[in-house]
């Protein structure tokens, strides 16, 4: 059975924001819009979004990591916010695995977006339904799209190619193979939501120098006469841990 | 038990509502990506249904950014103008009440005023502009117009930039070129923030990652690209060049440099007339017996021929230059390699001595260097492509040493940022990755000559009544005999650009315009007109100031800028002060070119170049910037525009694109593709009257792959030189020469020690060039470090662009704006806890020229002696159609009000606070020192300004916003 799913690289996302706009721009002026901006010229602006990238710091100068995070609806396995809601707009897909918000049931009661560990929901204040991603279902079902492009905007536009999409039941599917050897991880599985959104970690490439790598017998140096200077305090050693 | 939905998720939101698709070209930022446009039919028109990526277009191949994803609510923002304004007769100026006028009266205004000061006194008008693409038009018009005074936004952003290496590769980063990321194994990120090129970047970046490649990030900042870099290493701003001539250093002195590479294809081995007691000591020496090749810029130096322990003329057949040592001339001259004075220069700039000044630990410097030189030297590429060097030596294969950098403005906006660029292409060239795989590579129309041929006019007498200028009016001095000065030594500019004071200032000095007209020092103007640039908030240092002088009278009651005009698609605090505004187009509804003659988007294998078509019609009565010049040149007849006859020759902005040559018959015109009368041919050929529709069928692209002998070692590949010349993208296919070592900047210094027959400097400004103008780079603390209390402004501020916002360009941006909507001075928890300011809190932070109240978010990813912020978030109340009470302007803050657009000088009187050699404002040199607010204090920032009111044209900003493409929702964006 089918469960389509994001795996998002937060060994490339630069925090561009790509994902947020296109998304926004995609299902404002689709079946899952219009997304509504409160204040959109004034104080305090707020409108829904249905994905966001949170950029945080990790540690102490100078061991600082600055952490893109993009975050959208995970599409749980098991999702919490659908056996809370009233009305049973609130849904998961049987072909794909999609969980969605029928607007024409909702009485916006908020239930579910209590019940997300996540904080993927958010309230139209306009329309006074939930809403959240649909994993753009208007896209990955139509087939007047070229296949390629039967991709959610996010997934598109990423400049970074940040965002994968695929079949997380397919073992051979790009999204799986990714989990598998890049060590995708779920977020706070402790609340067993199984979500099916994964995330790829950071991955830090070093170098190592040989004392002997500085010390050659070609040396440049040597043609015009000269010698080079040896190496001091050693090689190899870095002094951060970033 | 899961019921039917009874909303269709799948099910068009508008049915009926076709949807129709255009290509055109983004212009959310200079990047340019290819776009396609979805414009859903409604009652009311085509609106915007969705923008995303063209997967066909070679730049960004179908990704697009959040800028480029926003355009929709730029196309309807309610900042927009819509009709020409006129400010209302006896209102006073930044007052901003307006009547609206047609575009007949506008033009005519215009007309009558340019038609009067070009036959009288045509320095009179000023024309300068933000970061506009078409600066061949713009340039062409302010040359034809016969004014001096022009310039786009250069010397303002990163002149040093694009100087410091084109006067010594031929080449420069950005749209010039970059990191071969493909390649590379190593690459290292310096002083860059989110800039164009944005999306290559971003899609090269993640390619190298994920190849295994090794990223360092050198930067105060961790934020951005950064944030996914290996390795950080902070470092204090404006101390770059330390940093990298300690790199130079440990290169030099470990042997990891490519000798092969610097023998033959830089300037290390030429030998410098060490003569002390000669007028030409510290220029090359001359072979008299040698090859020329171009009389322009002649190429008879000299080797000394290790091997047969002579000099020769350099390249010779069987020779090999030494790189070390010092030797005598037949005559008796000491001769000396330019290598070995690079060797003895740098021999004092040690990683201790680096560490000091940068913060940077010694070790790590030292590594640093070792990293590089041991990538560049064992993990050689070796690509089998045959290729011919200008010498006529045949090589089997292209080889390129895998190490690659990126820089930006972190090192351009100082005061010594031109040493410190040039530094840093040495270090590219030492390590032998100029222009090959995995290095550093050119995009066309670069490589170039070293210097590029364009010069500025060389004197008053080039500027008089209806005549064009007879050079463009910027350019690339090559020695003292092409600055524009009067028989004085004073600039003839109004920025005084390409003056004794900043001779190499390629880009112009619109920081200092305003400030100069104001003080008519060297001269008052009467016109000033401003596109697309805010120069009376964020594109200007001293902003509070800068907005009295615009407002500043006469004792006849006159302004002393008489006239200013603005063009401009959004209201903003510039408009406030106009006397005549203009509405732009947005990107969407109007032909644009990204031109080889101006900035193009090539590839690193052939050029690219492309063009924007109107997807929509122009709103209101909006007219193109574009379209306005075209017609203003016509009613002034200027000569290019203009038959012999008197009739123009140029129907509109589309017509002038595919019909103008830069000389009759040349072939060569603002687009590369599809010329030819049929459009058969490439690059050059007759105008093609389909052009446009050519390019508009093939997703406004055109783009040239050159063949892989053509590729690699451009400025010395003879193929490669042969075509450029042929295409017309150079003048001559003499070889470009890297120069380590810059002789064109000697030749300024012994003008200023009055070694030198022609121009010379003012005495008062001696001294200055004679320190700054060393053909070698070498360590200086910034200007105004060196002219402040550091005991009391201990710390240094700095700005950066975030990834979501474009220089000042996305605040009236709905979407865009609830990303950025207000901005914090980050500042280390330390630096700030020293200071009891609290995070969140509110603070001052003060220069010694000004002050400003803000609030301090803490953050680890700084280093402590830095404070900074994102630049061009804070507004004035008002501007941008925005409430009153809008964060931008309550909450977020200008740092401009702290910087200075000039220097005190010991001796009275002031100097241009930029860089001495090319004018670039410094305004990353100011220094701060930070306190928190009082408990009592309004929590607001400060200075507050008055605010800017709407004008005649524009819609009342809605208080919310449902955009649904379709519905005529846009329509409440014109009257």
């Keep these: 059975m089918t469960q389509l799913a994001l795996v998002i690289d937060l060994n490339v ?20 819009g219009p997304l509504v901006d409160d204040a959109p010229y004034g104080k305090d602006p707020r409108g829904t979004f249905f994905n966001r990238v ?55 009661c908020k239930y579910c977006s209590w019940a997300c560990p996540y904080g993927a929901r958010e309230f139209d204040e306009d329309r006074k339904v939930m809403t959240k991603c649909t994993l753009c279902v208007d896209r990955v079902t139509d087939k007047a799209l070229p296949e390629s492009e039967r991709k959610p905007a996010c997934v598109l536009a990423c400049p970074a190619n940040a965002r994968l999409f695929g079949d997380v039941h397919d073992p051979e599917s790009v999204v799986s193979t990714a989990i ?44 015009d006469g000269k010698q080079p200077e040896l190496p001091q305090q050693g090689a190899g050693r870095e002094d951060y841990a970033t | 038990m899961p019921a039917t939905p009874l909303h269709d998720p799948t099910a068009p939101p508008l049915p009926g509502a076709g949807t129709e698709i255009r290509n055109t070209t983004c212009y959310m930022c200079a990047c340019r990506c290819g776009i396609r446009v979805h414009l859903r039919q409604g009652e009311s028109g085509p609106e915007v249904r969705y923008i995303e990526g063209n997967p066909e277009h070679p730049l960004n191949q179908g990704v697009i950014c959040a800028k480029g994803s926003s355009g929709i609510m730029k196309q309807y923002s309610p900042a927009r103008l819509t009709q020409p304004l006129k400010r209302k007769p006896g209102s006073e100026r930044g007052a901003n009440e307006f009547v609206p006028i047609d575009w007949d009266e506008a033009f005519q205004l215009l007309e009558e005023r340019l038609r009067h000061l070009r036959a009288t006194d045509p320095k009179k008008f000023a024309l300068f502009t933000g970061r506009d693409q078409m600066q061949a038009l713009t340039g062409l018009f302010a040359r034809q117009f016969g004014t001096p005074n022009y310039a786009a936004h250069g010397g303002f952003c990163s002149v040093n930039m694009a100087a410091g290496m084109i006067y010594t590769i031929g080449g420069s980063f950005w749209e010039f070129g970059g990191p071969d990321l493909d390649r590379a194994k190593l690459f290292v990120m310096i002083g860059t923030a989110e800039d164009h090129h944005s999306n290559p970047m971003k899609i090269a970046l993640a390619k190298f990652k994920r190849q295994g490649g090794r990223f360092i990030a050198i930067n105060p900042v961790r934020t951005g690209y950064s944030a996914i870099a290996d390795e950080w290493v902070p470092i204090k701003p404006g101390t770059d060049g330390a940093l990298l001539l300690a790199l130079v250093h440990e290169i030099m002195a470990l042997g990891l440099y490519d000798r092969d590479f610097l023998a033959r294809y830089t300037n290390a081995g030429q030998l410098v007339n060490q003569d002390a007691a000669s007028d030409d000591f510290g220029l090359m020496l001359r072979n008299a017996e040698g090859d020329i090749v171009n009389p322009l810029r002649p190429h008879n130096f000299y080797w000394w021929d290790r091997l047969s322990q002579q000099p020769v003329a350099d390249h010779a057949e069987g020779a090999d230059p030494a790189l070390l040592g ?108 100029i222009d090959r795989p995995g290095g550093f590579r050119h995009k066309a129309p670069y490589p170039r000559a070293v210097p590029p041929n364009a010069r500025p006019p060389k004197g008053p007498e080039a500027v008089q009544p209806d005549t064009p200028l007879n050079g463009a009016p910027l350019g690339w001095p090559e020695s003292p005999d092409d600055l524009f000065v009067d028989a004085q030594g004073e600039p003839v500019r109004i920025d005084k650009g390409f003056s ?8 112009g000095l619109m920081h200092n315009v305003i400030t100069n007209a104001w003080r008519g020092d060297p001269y008052p103007i009467d016109t000033l007109l401003i596109f697309m640039a805010n120069m009376a908030w964020n594109s200007t240092m001293n902003t509070s100031e800068v907005r009295k002088m615009l407002n500043d009278k006469r004792e006849d009651g006159e302004y002393k800028i008489p006239f200013l005009v603005v063009c401009d698609a959004f209201q903003s605090e510039m408009t406030a002060f106009a006397d005549l505004i203009l509405p732009d187009t947005t990107y969407l509804e109007r032909h644009d070119c990204m031109s080889m003659l101006d900035r193009p988007i090539s590839e690193f294998d052939g050029p690219v170049d492309s063009v924007r078509i109107p997807v929509l019609p122009p ?81 406004c692209v055109f783009q040239h792959h050159m063949p892989a002998q053509l590729q690699y070692m451009r400025n010395w590949n003879d193929d490669y030189m042969r075509w450029a ?88 941006n709905a979407w865009l704006r609830q990303i950025h909507t207000e901005n914090y001075l980050f500042v280390n928890p330390k630096t700030a806890g020293a200071e009891g300011i609290v995070d969140g809190g509110w603070m001052w932070v003060e220069s010694p020229w000004g002050k400003v109240r803000c609030m301090c978010r803490y953050s680890e990813a700084v280093e402590p002696g830095t404070v900074w912020t994102w630049n061009a978030i804070g507004k004035a109340a008002g501007a941008w159609n925005l409430a009153p009470d809008a964060n931008e302007s309550q909450r977020g803050f200008l740092l401009n009000h702290l910087i200075r657009e000039e220097l005190p000088v010991a001796g009275g009187g002031t100097v241009s606070n930029s860089d001495p050699i090319t004018g670039q404002a410094a305004w990353y040199d100011v220094r701060v020192r930070i306190y928190a607010a009082g408990a009592d204090e309004p929590q607001q920032t400060w200075p507050q300004v008055g605010a800017v009111k709407a004008v005649p044209g524009m819609v009342t900003a809605p208080k919310r916003r449902s955009w649904m493409a379709g519905l005529g929702l846009g329509r409440k964006a014109a009257p």
């Design chain 1, 54 to 108: 949170q950029t945080f710091e990790v540690g102490e100068y100078p061991n600082t990591q600055t952490v893109h995070f993009p975050k959208s609806c995970l599409h749980c396995e098991d999702p919490p916010c659908v056996p809370v809601c009233p009305t049973g707009a609130s849904y998961k897909r049987k072909e794909d695995g999609i969980v969605l918000v029928d607007y024409d049931k909702c009485i916006g």
């Design chain 1, 180 to 223: 598998r050897e890049r060590g995708g991880y779920a977020l706070m599985p402790e609340w067993n939501t199984r979500p099916a959104n994964h995330y790829l970690p950071r991955h830090r490439t070093g170098m190592t120098i040989h004392a002997e790598d500085l010390v050659r017998v070609d040396n440049p140096l040597k043609i």
């Design chain 1, 13 to 32: 996302c630069v925090g561009c924001h790509a994902c947020v706009t296109s998304c926004k721009q995609w299902n404002t002026s689709g079946s899952a």
């Design chain 2, 326 to 433: 010092r030797f005598k001339m037949p005559d008796g001259t000491p001769a000396v390699p330019a290598f070995q004075l690079l060797e003895e220069r740098v021999r004092p700039y040690t990683a201790e001595w680096a560490s000091g000044i940068t913060g940077v630990p010694a070790a790590t410097i030292r590594r640093l260097a070792h990293e590089m030189g041991i990538t560049a030297r064992d993990q050689k590429i070796e690509l089998p492509i045959a290729w011919t060097d200008s010498w006529g030596k045949k090589h089997d294969s292209v080889t390129g040493n895998p190490v690659a950098f990126h820089a930006m403005r972190g090192l351009a906006a100082h005061s010594n940022g031109f040493h410190t660029i040039r530094t840093l292409a040495i270090l590219m060239s030492l390590l032998g990755t």
């Design chain 2, 500 to 507: 004794w004071e900043h001779p190499l200032s390629a880009h």
């Design chain 2, 619 to 699: 709103t209101g009565q909006c007219k193109p910037f574009q379209e306005v010049l075209v017609e203003l040149a016509g009613r002034l007849k200027f000569p290019a525009f203009t038959h012999a006859d008197g009739s123009r020759k140029f129907r509109d902005y589309p017509d002038f694109i595919v019909n103008y040559e830069t000389a009759p018959g040349s072939g060569i015109g603002f687009l590369a593709g599809w010329r030819g009368k049929g459009g058969e041919k490439s690059m050059r050929g007759e105008p093609n009257p389909r052009q446009w529709e050519m390019y508009e069928k093939n997703n």
């Design chain 2, 725 to 812: 010349q042929g295409a017309g993208l150079r003048r001559d296919r003499d070889p470009i020469v890297i120069h380590l070592y810059s002789e064109f900047l000697q030749r300024f210094r012994l003008a200023a020690q009055g070694k030198h027959k022609g121009k010379q400097p003012p005495d008062r400004l001696r001294q200055r060039v004679m320190t700054y103008f060393d053909p070698l780079p070498f360590y200086y603390a910034p200007l105004e470090e060196q002219a402040t209390d550091l005991s009391k402004y201990p710390l240094n501020a700095v700005t950066q662009r975030p990834m979501a916002m474009y220089h000042s360009w996305d605040s009236q």
